[in-house]
């Protein structure tokens, strides 16, 4: 076994950007992309920190702003490798468009998975086969919508080439990490062999979420609308709606927990039972690479541990 085997290794999460990997090693990240001369760019980042506060990395407080850094890390990830893999100089966003990026993708996840899920469960109520928001029922039909327009997006993004390609190397981001976490080198042959799915995986993360989400409204609303309530059907729903909004750092932060409990159960019964929905969704989003493709991942784990890639075993720390 190698020393860097198991929980021995340090820690590497990853996300596959424009035509490249990025991976995360405690305050700083990596990035590796194919550039158009077919040549590998690689560079190392400062991780862009909001948790330095020591209560904020506590267990069941950690997993919102870790998914607000992994945001806001994300999409400068992107915007670099959109710039690293493009055959001209193209200007990098200026702080007042990063912030309006993530705005937009904020108001476009509420849309379509607080607003557009509500609306059609309103729907099946006008049907009269969904029943009132006061019940049971309107929250199941709420969170069946949120998944099927889930399912639907990704389904939809994959007819575009270059979604196509960003998840075969998200396949082998994950499989850079599997070889890298069983001390198998790095080597863009040898991760090939290994597993495109991940337990730890934002996917699974993002299934989580929904299904947490799918019991806490079907419980926490009804029982809210029971103790509070007004004649005014705008102000109702759109109280219930920002409450949804509200609801999602709680939900976050335990399913953060979540995939990190369920990671760890590596020989109890219950862990390939606990990940097996996670892992059945990320086929969908991550895609077997080519040789290429996980050379390129492999770099972005040398380049973040500051090793060379190509060695033939993992050094010790």
Same mark, same amino acid.
């Not at 379509?112 to 006008?126: D, K, Q, R």
């Not at 399912?151 to 196509?164: H, L, N, S, V």
């Not at 995939?259 to 109890?268: A, D, N, Y």
């Given at each position: 076994?190698?020393?860097?085997?198991?929980?021995?290794?340090?820690?590497?999460?990853? +996300?596959?950007?424009?035509?490249?990997?990025?991976?995360?090693?405690?305050?700083?990240?990596?990035?590796?992309?194919?550039?158009?001369?077919?040549?590998?760019?690689?560079?190392?980042?400062?991780?862009?920190?909001?948790?330095?506060?020591?209560?904020?990395?506590?267990?069941?407080?950690?997993?919102?702003?870790?998914?607000?850094?992994?945001?806001?890390?994300?999409? /400068?990830?992107?915007?670099?490798?959109?710039?690293?893999?493009?055959?001209?100089?193209?200007?990098?966003?200026?702080?007042?468009?990063?912030?309006?990026?993530?705005?937009?993708?904020?108001?476009?996840?509420?849309?379509?998975?607080?607003?557009?899920?509500?609306?059609?469960?309103?729907?099946?109520?006008?049907?009269?086969?969904?029943?009132?928001?006061?019940?049971?029922?309107?929250?199941?039909?709420?969170?069946?919508?949120?998944?099927?327009?889930?399912?639907?997006?990704?389904? =939809?993004?994959?007819?575009?080439?270059?979604?196509?390609?960003?998840?075969?190397?998200?396949?082998?981001?994950?499989?850079?990490?599997?070889?890298?976490?069983? =001390?198998?080198?790095?080597?863009?042959?040898?991760?090939? =062999?290994?597993?495109?799915?991940?337990?730890?995986?934002?996917?699974?993360?993002?299934?989580?979420?929904?299904?947490?989400?799918?019991?806490?409204?079907?419980?926490?609303?009804?029982?809210?609308?029971?103790?509070?309530?007004?004649?005014?059907?705008?102000?109702?729903?759109?109280?219930?709606?920002?409450?949804?909004?509200?609801?999602?750092?709680?939900?976050?932060?335990?399913?953060?927990?979540?995939?990190?409990?369920?990671?760890?159960?590596?020989?109890?019964?219950? =862990?390939?039972?606990?990940?097996?929905?996670?892992?059945?969704?990320?086929?969908?989003?991550?895609?077997?690479?080519?040789?290429? +493709?996980?050379?390129?991942?492999?770099?972005?784990?040398?380049?973040?541990?500051?090793?060379?890639?190509?060695?033939?075993?993992? /050094?010790?720390?």
């Amino acid at each position: 076994m190698s020393e860097n085997q198991g929980r021995d290794c340090p820690s590497i999460g990853g +996300q596959a950007v424009i035509e490249g990997v990025m991976m995360r090693r405690g305050d700083e990240y990596s990035l590796a992309v194919r550039r158009p001369d077919g040549s590998i760019a690689t560079e190392v980042r400062p991780w862009f920190r909001i948790s330095r506060h020591p209560w904020m990395n506590k267990p069941f407080v950690r997993g919102f702003p870790l998914l607000v850094e992994t945001l806001i890390n994300g999409i /400068q990830a992107l915007n670099r490798s959109a710039e690293l893999s493009s055959a001209e100089d193209e200007p990098s966003l200026s702080s007042g468009q990063l912030i309006l990026s993530m705005t937009l993708s904020i108001v476009l996840t509420a849309g379509l998975f607080i607003v557009a899920p509500h609306l059609l469960s309103l729907g099946m109520e006008t049907l009269g086969i969904g029943g009132s928001m006061n019940g049971f029922v309107f929250h199941l039909w709420d969170g069946l919508f949120k998944l099927l327009i889930f399912i639907g997006y990704i389904a =939809g993004i994959a007819c575009f080439p270059e979604i196509r390609r960003v998840f075969r190397y998200h396949g082998a981001e994950h499989k850079a990490i599997h070889a890298y976490e069983l =001390g198998m080198g790095l080597n863009a042959e040898a991760a090939l =062999g290994c597993s495109r799915l991940h337990p730890r995986c934002g996917t699974t993360f993002l299934l989580l979420v929904m299904g947490i989400a799918i019991t806490l409204h079907a419980i926490f609303l009804p029982a809210f609308l029971s103790v509070w309530s007004t004649d005014d059907t705008l102000v109702r729903h759109g109280i219930v709606m920002l409450l949804k909004l509200f609801l999602f750092i709680p939900i976050s932060t335990v399913a953060y927990e979540a995939v990190r409990f369920s990671s760890r159960l590596t020989h109890s019964f219950w =862990g390939p039972v606990l990940r097996a929905p996670g892992l059945a969704l990320q086929r969908l989003t991550a895609w077997e690479p080519d040789f290429a +493709q996980e050379e390129v991942a492999v770099a972005a784990i040398g380049t973040v541990l500051h090793r060379k890639a190509d060695a033939d075993t993992f /050094q010790s720390e």
